[in-house]
């Protein structure tokens, strides 16, 4: 099923029928976001610099969303359109050259960056009472799948979802995804996760957030990747008043497993595969097969514009955590996917500490720094335990008055060292604004 025409069709029909309805036009918003993003990276130990990278690029993001029409059932149509122009695409992809393309922007089969990409999707919606179906272009923020946003342009999935809110406290979510453009491609691809070379078309998900009180939410999010893995989450967040400010606890457990072609041989060979580490390498019966349990602890106290961070991952089995992941950036829904690693590989665990401050607790609202640190070891591998450090910073400032009031800058800068990657150190320099349209 192709949901991108289906919802293409209703739409069109719900303008056409539905237009001048009361609620549609006057609940409808339409914004421009711009995004400008300068992305450098400095790889400190390959031989030949192949995936250094510094890009400069234009990004244009237009959100449509209208209102429902009145009735029992009401409709509605959203929109999304991206545009990502190049400024400086650095490099010619050639693998001597210093600086490789590729990071903001899709590349030609030359290599070379292309000078601008464009891509979009339409959304056709459905509620009653406080229920929606939403079918088309996506972009899910859930535990079990997660649309990355790390660069110029965003992710878009193609699938359909269902969102019920019928009873108080109480969020449910079911849907199914097939397709999915890449932050920096155009193209419609399939889904696979990291180690697979075989890719399918489904992915179901289902799962919900439930108040028990107003300071405590749990969670339970059932995801299913066809013929790669089945996975279980449970979450549960809590916040106390604490001193004066407030201690906020986020626990997360993840139970991955194989499922269909992943778990036999067989199918293992066909690419239906993940990464990880097994003992005795590819004469392992079970090498390639998605065995996971990814667990953590994150505590977070606030006060008085301070914020203190501390928290732990284990990752346990044989294989890494798997998530939807085609190679060209995605997101992890783990406290250790951070500016440049994600700290999920096999055995591995982590610890981390941060620390952030706002400003406007000594008169400069708008202004924010924060700085995170993580270490991670006991990593599997054939050479033994591995591991890992990060050190994020990151420095925000938004105007918060006159003509270009909203007017966001932001410095974000990363360095990861360890004998289980390569070294790198990492800039975005990011000016953003955002302008109503309607």
């Known amino acids: 099923?192709?949901?991108?025409?289906?919802?293409?069709?209703?739409?069109?029909?719900?303008?056409?029928?539905?237009a001048s309805a009361a609620g549609f036009i006057e609940d409808s918003k339409a914004k421009l976001d711009l995004r400008?993003?300068?992305?450098?990276?400095?790889?400190?130990?390959t031989a030949d610099n192949r995936n250094e990278a510094s890009e400069w690029g234009q990004g244009f993001i237009f959100n449509f969303q209208s209102g429902f029409t009145k009735g029992t059932v009401g409709f509605g149509v959203d929109a999304i359109g991206l545009l990502g122009v190049r400024l400086d695409g650095g490099g010619d992809g050639d693998v001597t050259n210093s600086r490789k393309p590729g990071q903001l922007f899709p590349t030609e089969s030359n290599g070379k960056a292309v000078n601008d990409y464009s891509k979009g999707g339409v959304t056709a919606k459905a509620r009653i009472s406080k229920t929606e179906l939403?079918?088309?272009?996506?972009?899910?923020?859930?535990?079990?799948?997660?649309?990355n946003?790390?660069?110029?342009?965003?992710?878009?999935?193609?699938g359909g979802q269902i969102t019920s809110r019928e009873i108080d406290g109480l969020t449910l979510t079911a849907g199914q995804l097939e397709h999915t453009k890449t932050r920096s491609s155009t193209n419609d691809v399939s889904l696979r996760i990291a180690g697979g070379t075989a890719d399918t078309n489904k992915f179901y998900f289902a799962g919900g957030d439930y108040k028990l009180t107003k300071d405590l939410t749990a969670q339970y999010y059932y995801g299913n990747l066809e013929d790669f893995y089945k996975q279980h989450f449970l979450g549960l967040v809590h916040n106390y008043a604490l001193g004066g400010g407030n201690l906020k606890t986020d626990l997360r457990y993840f139970d991955s497993s194989s499922d269909g072609k992943n778990g036999s041989a067989s199918g293992r060979a066909e690419g239906y595969k993940s990464s990880g580490y097994w003992a005795g390498g590819t004469a392992n019966a079970k090498h390639g097969e998605v065995d996971n349990r990814t667990w953590s602890a994150l505590f977070t106290y606030s006060h008085s514009g301070h914020e203190l961070s501390a928290g732990y991952q284990q990752v346990e089995g044989d294989s890494a955590f798997p998530f939807l992941n085609q190679g060209d950036g995605s997101t992890a829904y783990l406290i250790t996917d951070r500016?440049?690693?994600?700290?999920?590989?096999?055995?591995q665990r982590t610890w981390l500490a941060g620390y952030g401050y706002d400003f406007a607790k000594l008169g400069v609202p708008g202004l924010k720094a924060s700085v995170v640190y993580l270490s991670g070891d006991n990593i599997d591998?054939?050479?033994?335990d591995r591991k890992e450090w990060e050190r994020d910073f990151r420095l925000?400032?938004?105007?918060?008055?006159?003509?270009?009031?909203?007017?966001?800058?932001?410095?974000?800068n990363a360095s990861l060292r360890g004998n289980a990657?390569?070294?790198?150190?990492?800039?975005r320099l990011i000016v953003s604004y955002s302008l109503p349209l309607l």
């Open 381 to 384: 591998s054939a050479q033994g």
């Open 1 to 18: 099923m192709n949901h991108s025409k289906i919802a293409l069709a209703v739409a069109f029909g719900i303008f056409a029928q539905q």
């Open 339 to 347: 500016q440049i690693g994600k700290f999920l590989a096999a055995g």
């Open 421 to 427: 990657t390569t070294d790198i150190d990492e800039n």
């Open 149 to 158: 946003d790390g660069r110029l342009l965003p992710q878009l999935f193609e």
């Open 396 to 412: 925000d400032y938004v105007l918060q008055e006159g003509s270009l009031k909203g007017l966001g800058f932001s410095w974000r």
């Open 36 to 45: 400008n993003f300068y992305y450098d990276r400095n790889d400190k130990n």
């Open 134 to 147: 939403h079918v088309g272009t996506l972009l899910p923020k859930l535990p079990v799948v997660n649309y």
